[in-house]
């Protein structure tokens, strides 16, 4: 298979390629390879090659709805066992898993091939990714620009053509927003509904769920399918779909009431092509019927700002603290922004946490109000056109005071430096929207339907209510089908 006719085709299509006998795995691997050696050296997608392991699966007999297709995992809690899984940390590197992941498991049941993993920021903290492990992945549409995080390199890869679909993962964004910076689809499931088994039941506190991140909506649904339902270790069993979701893509999704707003306190300026994208989105869903009107933000999105970062930096406490015991890794194998963060996570009392947990239901409890008058929220799913590599990091001074403070364990004083603000405005403030759906649990989907005048990708989101996820998807084939995206590689500028 050459390479052209290997780009022409999504998941499903190169699955029934295999299927009826025109190409082999293991010539699709050959094709993913090649793709891959042609463009990762640029943009740093896949930091991780296993390629025994590949060369391994193509011999087997493989079975299920994506027989023989290459496919990445993400290099954070998508472990295989025997095989390394660093989180984006130097503290971890080298590190095997002993065993394999459910949502792992389930793709290597639908007969994907794997042949890497793919890079994301240490422990996913960041909506870029530029671990000092790895360096940056750069987005394929302007090799200066971020593809976002924390699955930035998996939406890089399938962004460049090296697979169609990759394994991606959401605790505040790092599906949606990486496939809205490379024009791509990301589909954030509803809480619960994609199990995190075997060594987690309800990561980050049930802000965390598995998923994908791929060129098309079918290619969304059909993985949406295969990763749905309960394991070992489930809390709860969520509400499954009554029938494949695949199966009703070309269903209508009925005249909808959408309510849009692009308001936001973290961002009281909205950049103009963030603006653009969702008028452009509400024009188009005005033709096809929708009912489309203007709203106020349905919640208090400063303080869910807040109260995210909260949780995440006492998750980050938490974690460094586990590593440090398990492997006896010294601070200097952690990022310095990773430190601030857990320092800054053993800085909040009990008190601060419980507090900001408690606020949940006042964000469902508001999202709801929303969706009794509303079938779905839509907003940017970018602040801005994706950013320069870089943008993120801490100026020279901060990060000479902070290190100072670290060393000292100057909580009190590293609070009062303002670093919290600072950190929700400068982690936050471009990708403003994106947290609501990991709080609430309610599945969320970034579309690829606008780009900026020199090309940059921009999605827009849409918010729906619990058990949903149906209906995001047919509304994406609507407009997947009234208003295709590029599927055309970019020139990697």
């Not at 296993?50 to 699966?57: G, V």
């Not at 199966?247 to 936001?264: F, K, N, S, V």
């Not at 000479?400 to 950190?423: C, D, F, N, P, Y």
Request: hydrophobic letters at 40%; a negative charge; one cysteine or more.
């Amino acid at each position: 298979m050459d390479e052209q006719d290997y780009l022409a085709y999504d998941g499903l299509g190169l699955a029934e390629l295999v299927d009826s006998g025109e190409v082999r795995a293991d010539e699709l691997l050959a094709a993913a390879r090649a793709r891959a050696r042609a463009v990762n050296p640029r943009i740093g997608a896949i930091c991780t090659w296993l390629d025994d392991y590949a060369d391994q699966r193509v011999t087997e007999r493989l079975t299920g709805p994506f027989a023989g297709v290459p496919f990445l995992l993400k290099d954070l809690h998508q472990q295989l066992a025997g095989q390394p899984t660093s989180d984006g940390s130097r503290a971890l590197a080298g590190m095997k898993a002993d065993r394999t992941g459910t949502v792992v498991q389930r793709w290597l049941d639908a007969g994907l091939v794997v042949f890497g993993k793919t890079n994301t920021p240490e422990f996913g903290s960041k909506g870029v990714t530029e671990p000092a492990l790895f360096g940056p992945t750069r987005n394929p549409w302007a090799l200066d620009r971020t593809p976002g995080g924390s699955s930035g390199g998996s939406a890089a890869a399938v962004a460049a053509g090296i697979v169609p679909v990759a394994g991606a993962s959401d605790g505040g964004g790092s599906i949606r927003i990486p496939a809205a910076c490379t024009g791509l689809v990301g589909l954030k499931p509803g809480r619960g509904l994609v199990p995190s088994g075997p060594d987690e039941s309800e990561p980050l506190g049930g802000l965390a769920t598995q998923g994908v991140i791929s060129r098309t909506v079918r290619d969304s649904a059909a993985m949406l399918d295969l990763l749905a339902g309960t394991d070992e270790m489930s809390p709860y069993a969520p509400a499954l779909p009554d029938r494949p979701l695949a199966q009703q893509l070309d269903e209508a999704p009925g005249p909808l009431r959408i309510g849009y707003t692009t308001r936001c306190a973290l961002r009281e300026q909205p950049h103009p092509e963030a603006v653009r994208a969702v008028e452009h989105a509400a024009e188009l869903l005005t033709e096809l019927g929708h009912h489309v009107e203007e709203v106020d933000p349905p919640h208090d999105d400063r303080q869910l700002g807040q109260d995210f970062l909260t949780v995440w930096f006492v998750h980050q406490a938490s974690e460094i603290a586990r590593i440090k015991r398990e492997t006896g890794a010294s601070d200097d194998k952690f990022e310095q922004d990773t430190r601030v963060m857990a320092e800054l996570g053993r800085s909040f009392s009990a008190v601060d946490l419980e507090g900001a947990q408690e606020r949940r239901k006042n964000y469902v409890a508001a999202l709801a109000r929303f969706h009794a008058d509303h079938d779905l929220l839509l907003t940017p799913t970018l602040g801005e056109p994706p950013i320069r590599i870089g943008s993120l990091n801490m100026p020279a001074p901060m990060q000479w005071a902070a290190e100072g403070l670290l060393r000292v364990k100057g909580i009190s004083l590293l609070r009062r430096t303002g670093i919290v603000e600072q950190m929700v405005q400068r982690n936050l403030g471009w990708v403003p929207y994106t947290q609501l759906a990991n709080v609430t649990g309610r599945p969320a989907i970034s579309l690829p339907l606008h780009r900026t005048p020199d090309g940059l990708p921009m999605g827009v989101q849409f918010v729906g209510r619990l058990s949903s996820e149906g209906l995001l998807l047919r509304l994406g084939r609507q407009l997947e089908t009234a208003a295709p995206w590029e599927q055309h590689l970019p020139r990697m500028r």
